[in-house]
């Protein structure tokens, strides 16, 4: 695991070719503390640099930039190639030779004998690359099929920049960073920004499975982009040849699941897992205990508050397989104490509170060990949200009622003057109570009536993706891009109603928010993680198996929950599924508020200009009177400003807003 940067810039570009690289590399030193390294080619505008965590090939022979045999190509590599061995062997008999025992030295290899495409598609693996092509004067930046490791690019005037973190091109002497209104616009509807956006417009993300060429043409940036793993025709290609069986899925799934996490056992360091005691984490720890000689290291953390508690079930699966289990039971202060660190570890404005949790796992993992599997992914693929079944269900009670009419209910609600509710709530009884009380139960009647209007289970399904609906009225003059959620042509040809919702968030939430959770709170205390249910084998199986499969009696993860049985007691996992939370709401009105009340001024807000000031501060005091629990709607809000203030030496405030779009 490692962290990369670099710069393509026009001849005309006066600069430090070295010194700006090693600026480069050091703000991301936290990605790699083993090792450092730059290459330039000043005459062509292009240099690269690395830092490097050592897992394979722990030997000088693994050092970044490494050039190819040929010195065609120049690369910097962020990531394991799991299949590097099966990869190195078909090389060797086409007569390639190897100095060392990296990954990085088979990948190109692997590019001379393949190609760019053909290699990428060979490869198994999480990875983020940026390699430069000396014949075709090209550079070529690339992530893996699912967007496990991340990669950052945009021209700030007459360089293109990139790196792992945004922090990296933060320190090139050209960075530009004007904030898009818009991603944060997406930052409050869905607490992170979705690829290929930026919280600066100048800034895009590399999509998972797609590459980019950028060529540079005088002072002009040619740059193209193209997909080497279509993940709608593979899921389309599945469904269309589903599993004949139960016993045939499970079957299948197990073996597929075993081979990954043998392979992603691979490491010259020490190496363990994070165990919630849930089912994902259970199911891979067990998996990796059953093809190990010796104890599994795990790791898991608890809260003292009852309700968000599951490190007694970790440590009673733990128990079970007999792994070397360590828990950290973790305070209140604890946790608050991670939350100045935020805006550096997470470089981006991002808002799943879990945030903290992960981050603090990741600190104790990395006290013993250098790499951690984790379960993350198989809701995803088999699954195992109840808001699958949650918004089915939702859906199929509205659908009833034709839309015509729902739609004509909803604008009769917006519609009614203040005086008829005056008149409603006298006849409930509620007209002695305060205004306030009957302003927030007005507001709750209107959200009820916008969720009237929706035509599809596809549009309540995103609704439920949602945390600000209304986003755009939050901030000022930001409009939310479409979503993934939101275009039908995106969904798989023969998928059903929740089968395209495991599509969105395969292609939405797990690689914008569950990995990048994971991949910044780890990367911050130089923890490698690996997630095996992510292995390509695996989720094109995971797509043949037909929902009455994956679901049942109500139920997700059917597939897994009968893997899991197989090695730890049902009366060990069978339970409602808790997630990875905290106590925020509460938080909010106690330990964080006055920290929450400073960062939500409105005075402040104004004059920065990137929300409606009176719209936050009205969530804000309806939060602390405890008549709504707005603390995740606040979170994303709070995430962005403790950013805002963290870069505040940084040219980020927002463009002027013309008038018609500050809404009030």
């Not at 550079?139 to 920049?161: A, V």
């Not at 793993?229 to 899921?235: L, V």
Request: charged share 25%; proline share 5%.
């Amino acid at each position: 695991m490692c962290g990369i940067a670099g710069f393509l810039t026009s001849g005309q570009s006066r600069i430090d070719f070295a010194p700006t690289l090693e600026r480069m590399a050091a703000a991301i030193e936290h990605r790699g503390p083993d090792d450092s390294g730059v290459w330039h080619d000043q005459a062509h505008g292009i240099g690269l640099a690395h830092r490097r965590l050592s897992i394979l090939d722990l030997s000088p022979l693994g050092h970044q930039p490494m050039v190819s045999k040929s010195g065609r190509f120049v690369m910097v590599f962020n990531g394991e190639i799991y299949n590097f061995s099966v990869l190195k062997a078909e090389l060797q008999a086409r007569g390639h030779q190897f100095k060392g025992g990296s990954d990085t030295e088979v990948l190109l290899a692997a590019f001379e004998e393949w190609g760019i495409e053909r290699t990428f598609q060979n490869a198994i693996g999480m990875f983020a690359i940026a390699m430069w092509d000396r014949r075709e004067h090209q550079l070529i930046l690339s992530r893996d099929r699912f967007g496990e490791k991340p990669l950052y690019f945009g021209q700030c005037g007459s360089t293109l920049l990139f790196g792992s973190e945004l922090k990296a091109l933060r320190a090139h002497p050209h960075w530009i960073g004007a904030i898009d209104q818009s991603a944060l616009a997406s930052l409050l509807r869905y607490n992170y920004i979705p690829a290929p956006h930026s919280i600066y417009r100048e800034i895009h993300k590399v999509r998972p499975a797609h590459w980019v060429t950028v060529k540079l043409d005088g002072a002009r940036f040619e740059i193209n982009e193209r997909c080497y793993w279509d993940s709608k025709r593979i899921a389309e290609d599945s469904l269309s040849n589903p599993v004949r069986s139960a016993e045939e899925a499970l079957a299948g799934a197990e073996a597929r699941l075993a081979a990954s996490v043998e392979r992603q056992m691979v490491a010259d360091v020490p190496l363990g897992a994070f165990l919630s005691g849930g089912v994902d984490s259970s199911l891979v720890v067990a998996l990796m205990q059953r093809a190990s000689r010796q104890p599994v290291k795990t790791f898991t953390i608890g809260f003292w508050e009852r309700q968000f508690n599951e490190a007694e079930h970790a440590k009673k699966v733990a128990r079970h397989l007999g792994t070397e289990h360590t828990e950290l039971m973790v305070t209140p202060e604890d946790a608050l104490r991670v939350i100045p660190q935020l805006p550096t570890i997470y470089d981006e404005p991002f808002a799943d509170s879990s945030q903290i949790p992960t981050y603090l796992v990741s600190q104790l993992a990395r006290s013993r060990v250098t790499v951690s599997l984790s379960g993350d992914a198989g809701d995803e693929l088999f699954s195992g949200y109840d808001r699958y079944q949650q918004a089915w269900r939702r859906w199929s009670a509205t659908s009833r009622v034709p839309l015509g009419i729902r739609r004509l209910a909803a604008a009769s609600v917006r519609a009614l003057p203040s005086a008829a509710y005056d008149v409603m709530f006298r006849g409930l009884g509620l007209i002695n109570r305060d205004m306030r009380v009957k302003k927030d139960l007005h507001e709750r009647m209107l959200a009820r009536a916008n969720s009237w209007t929706v035509a599809s289970y596809d549009e309540t399904y995103h609704r439920a993706l949602m945390f600000w609906p209304d986003a755009e009225v939050a901030t000022r003059g930001g409009r939310a891009p479409h979503s993934l959620a939101q275009r039908a042509d995106s969904w798989p040809e023969g998928a059903g109603p929740i089968q395209r919702s495991m599509f969105v968030d395969l292609g939405l939430y797990l690689p914008d928010d569950i990995l990048v959770k994971v991949d910044r709170a780890a990367m911050a205390v130089s923890l490698e993680t690996r997630v095996p249910m992510l292995d390509p084998d695996l989720a094109q199986f995971a797509w043949r198996i037909p929902m009455e499969i994956h679901r049942r009696d109500g139920r997700g993860k059917w597939i897994l929950r009968e893997m899991l049985a197989k090695h730890v007691p049902r009366e060990l996992f069978e339970r409602p599924k808790m997630g990875f939370a905290i106590p925020l709401g509460s938080w909010l009105r106690g330990e964080l508020k006055d920290w929450a009340a400073a960062l939500l001024d409105p005075a402040r807000l104004y004059s920065e200009g990137h929300f409606d000031a009176a719209t936050i501060s009205h969530r804000w005091q309806q939060h602390q009177s405890g008549s709504f629990d707005w603390s995740l709607r606040l979170w994303g809000v709070l995430m962005f400003q403790a950013w805002l203030e963290a870069n505040a030496a940084m040219p980020n405030r927002a463009d002027p807003i013309p008038k018609a779009a500050s809404a009030s």
